[in-house]
């Protein structure tokens, strides 16, 4: 069933070789320095936040700080004025004052095999992920924002230590993430266009990296399992006075649990910071992610209760029922003249055609601080990213080089106005991306051999555009949030579309150009309410906004390449009302109600088998989204701790008409339709045991819950995906070792759905069809990728000192 892939190169030596980018006097003997864990870009210990925090999962941002008891309004008062300028700038992008946040901290992974980081943010309410286009790439959504794209994260832009890691025509991808290397990671909802721009129609995800003093040394650790699953890692970091480092490496591999899914991914990811001078820091960071990875082809929904992981696919002449197919053109380029049928093409299985992906990502940034004084920090921050891609995915192969650029300078002060403590903030920004991309022809003969060239695209986008925000601490207890953004957007573009006729293939072609400018403003305002140092009430209303990309103005309903330069920005007005409630260190709880008008958004959905492109991309008029995100962590017995993250979403539209082609137009009315691609329930639920005195101290175990509910799949609601449950069960075990040279040893071992249910991990949102009555059907095209059935992982970390 699975291709055999060498675990060649995965060795410790190959990893800690990378241990070269650290200064050699990474080993010194000096007292090593903690940073507060919070904190990505000075190493002086300024933040008003402890450096020790009570893990947690789903807690809001009004429990990011650890509240002294009973604090009276002269000490708040003083701690507020504590929180220099620079401090409440990493606040922005960890945990804005009045948003709804949720930081999963590094405690609540670390004791388990976290391969994708959708092994990690299903502890945070409000995420919905599902299975991309490789083996850590993941759809990730926040409030449904991503449900309705076929590939890749949109709706939401995603910070790696304040530097931006999505790109300025809205694509993000996951696959250079490893949770491994992270000490935290936030999760910013709602809408966010105010602060960070274009895209942020469901909000951000921060990605912190562990700061090289809170390492200290070297940890080296390996995950093994099922379906021949690998993965070396290695953490190695230090602060040696005014300089601080870390570096993280890894190498992961595996076979797959479904056919043609054998990958081979590595990822760098370092981080250092330079305090030059008492007023001037130096950050600079580097992430470097290489992929190689075959893909299946994904399935109707029959063919999933047919075939699931896709056994007996060798090649299309002999392919089991429930395989996934494609059709290629013989000739790699049309169908012959007078051929009839599937004589001109050959149907092929992934295994056959070699379908797969060939990327790597390389993302160089720099950051410098500088202090006025106490209360005022200037920020200049450049990042380079380059994304570079080989994807024969189906019929055809897409490829190309996407380097982009992203400058941005703002300037934050901490201050008063009329007696009232204040943090003002006021910032510009340009980034930019111009690329040249190719969609080839897949032609039979394996290994994703090449035809002739099927289109060109070439693109431009460009942002540019300024924000402003204000803090204003009404009174000890109420602080107002006021922020307002502006941006222009330029997208150019020219789509060249290949056609052979004849024998010998005599070239035409179609030629669609655009020249779009879009205009958009954020504004957003917010209340902060603590009652008292149990009870903290937020109430916000935002905007937010996202441009289509140049890619989606060139696909028309029928997958084909043609004039689709008529779509629109979409836009959101968000309301959000919430309470966190911590009446002691043991138990948090958190409630937010949040409903949102949308106008033109943007959804997307699969076309036709054997279209030149796999998606389409249309505004829905308007549409509403409202819900429910539940957050709860409770210690109710010494030792026991039991978690749980729930979102509730019902989405849907209420004005859209969609025109269907069959002989002539037919028009359907989808106002009340759900919109496809969202479960309206998703929980994911823990209790666990660790025992922390006696022989056993170090050993604990958990037991998890995942419920995904069922959703529909396309337009005319026609169509559900089924949901499921599974279960997860972990034991692990962590002790301090007495020694000269090693400092800690963590071992865990997880089971994973437990009962073996096959279940759907990923379902692309699917056209409709009309026949000539007038009677609507379901478009023949591939959507779902099955879950992973039952596995076993065990890992093993050693900390050396």
């Not at 320095?33 to 893990?55: G, I, N, Y």
């Not at 599902?130 to 926040?142: A, E």
């Not at 029928?558 to 138990?587: A, I, M, R, S, V």
């Amino acid at each position: 069933m699975f291709r055999f892939h060498a675990l060649s190169g995965a060795s410790t030596l190959a990893l800690c070789s990378a241990l070269s980018t650290i200064p050699s006097t990474i080993n010194a003997q000096t007292a090593a320095q903690s940073l507060p864990p919070v904190t990505v870009d000075a190493p002086r210990e300024v933040r008003a936040r402890p450096a020790a925090q009570k893990p947690r999962v789903g807690s809001s941002s009004a429990q990011r700080q650890t509240r002294p008891p009973a604090a009276t309004p002269a000490i708040a008062s003083a701690q507020n004025k504590s929180l220099t300028a620079s401090a409440a700038l990493a606040n922005l992008y960890q945990a804005p004052a009045g948003q709804t946040e949720t930081t999963i901290d590094r405690s609540q992974f670390d004791n388990r095999p976290a391969f994708s980081v959708g092994d990690v943010l299903r502890d945070s309410p409000g995420i919905s992920v599902k299975q991309g286009n490789g083996p850590r790439d993941l759809g990730i959504s926040i409030r449904g924002s991503n449900a309705r794209n076929g590939f890749g994260i949109r709706n939401l832009v995603i910070f790696d230590d304040g530097f931006p890691v999505t790109q300025p025509d809205g694509l993000s991808r996951s696959d250079l993430i490893d949770p491994r290397a992270y000490a935290a990671i936030d999760v910013i909802r709602g809408p966010s266009s105010a602060l960070y721009g274009n895209y942020a129609t469901g909000g951000a995800l921060n990605f912190r990296t562990r700061p090289g003093g809170t390492i200290d040394g070297v940890e080296y650790g390996v995950d093994g399992g099922s379906f021949g699953y690998l993965n070396n890692y290695l953490a190695a970091g230090k602060k040696i006075g005014n300089f601080e480092a870390s570096l993280f490496a890894s190498d992961a591999r595996g076979n797959g649990y479904i056919g043609n899914s054998w990958f081979n991914t590595q990822t760098v990811n370092f981080l250092a910071t330079l305090q030059a001078t008492p007023d001037d820091r130096f950050t600079v960071k580097f992430i470097n992610n290489d992929l190689s990875t075959r893909l299946p082809i994904r399935l109707s929904l029959n063919q999933f209760y047919q075939n699931p992981f896709q056994e007996g696919c060798a090649t299309g002449a002999t392919a089991a029922a429930g395989c996934g197919t494609v059709s290629l053109f013989k000739n790699g380029f049309n169908a012959r003249p007078g051929a009839a049928g599937a004589a001109d093409r050959d149907t092929e299985t992934a295994v056959q055609a070699g379908l797969g992906r060939n990327d790597r990502r390389t993302i160089v940034g720099g950051r410098w601080e500088h202090d006025f004084d106490n209360q005022t920090t200037w920020r200049n921050q450049f990042v380079f990213d380059d994304r570079n891609i080989n994807q024969p995915t189906g019929a055809t192969s897409a490829i190309g080089d996407f380097p982009s650029y992203n400058y941005m300078s703002d300037v934050t002060k901490r201050g008063e106005i009329f007696g009232m403590d204040s943090t003002s903030y006021f910032g510009g920004f340009y980034n930019t991306l111009v690329a040249s991309s190719d969609s080839r022809n897949v032609m039979p003969g394996g290994n994703a051999t090449l035809g002739l060239l099927q289109s060109n695209t070439f693109s431009d986008t460009s942002n540019y555009g300024v924000r402003a925000r204000e803090e204003l601490k009404l009174n000890p207890n109420l602080t107002a949030i006021a922020g307002i953004g502006w941006e222009t957007t330029l997208l150019k573009g020219i789509n060249t579309a290949y056609t052979y006729t004849g024998a010998s293939g005599v070239t035409s072609t179609k030629i669609t150009t655009a020249d779009r400018q879009f205009q958009n403003t954020a504004p957003e305002f917010a209340l902060l309410y603590k009652l008292n140092s149990e009870w903290q009430f937020r109430g916000r209303v935002a905007t937010g906004y996202g441009t289509p990309q140049v890619g989606n103005l060139f696909v028309v309903s029928t997958g084909e390449n043609g004039n689709n330069t008529q779509l629109k920005t979409q836009k959101n007005l968000g309301y959000d009302l919430g309470f966190d409630w911590t009446p002691n260190n043991d138990l948090r709880f958190s409630l937010t109600g949040f409903y949102e008008f949308f106008k033109d958004e943007l959804v997307t959905q699969a076309t036709q088998v054997g279209a030149p492109n796999a998606s389409y991309t249309f505004n829905a008029p308007r549409s509403e989204h409202r819900g429910v995100e539940l957050a709860a962590d409770w210690k109710f017995y010494p030792g026991w701790r039991f978690s749980a993250a729930y979102t509730y979403l019902d989405e849907v539209y209420t004005e859209y008409t969609e025109n269907i082609i069959s002989g002539k137009v037919f028009s359907f009315n989808r106002a009340g339709n759900k919109i496809p691609g969202i479960s309206p329930n998703e929980l994911t639920a823990r209790l666990g045991y660790d025992e922390f005195s006696g022989p056993l101290a170090g050993l604990g175990a958990f037991v998890e819950v995942q419920w995904k509910d069922s959703f529909y799949m396309d337009n005319a609601n026609l169509l559900k995906a089924p949901g499921y449950e599974l279960v997860n069960l972990n034991v692990h075990y962590k002790t301090n070792l007495v020694s000269d040279y090693f400092r800690a040893l963590n071992l865990y071992l997880e089971v994973r759905n437990v009962f073996d249910r096959t279940y759907v991990a990923s379902a692309n949102n699917i056209g409709n069809t009309v026949s000539a009555l007038g009677v609507q059907g379901l478009a023949t095209t591939g959507s779902i990728y099955a879950g992973s059935p039952r596995a076993f992982v065990a890992g093993m970390k050693v900390e050396f000192k």
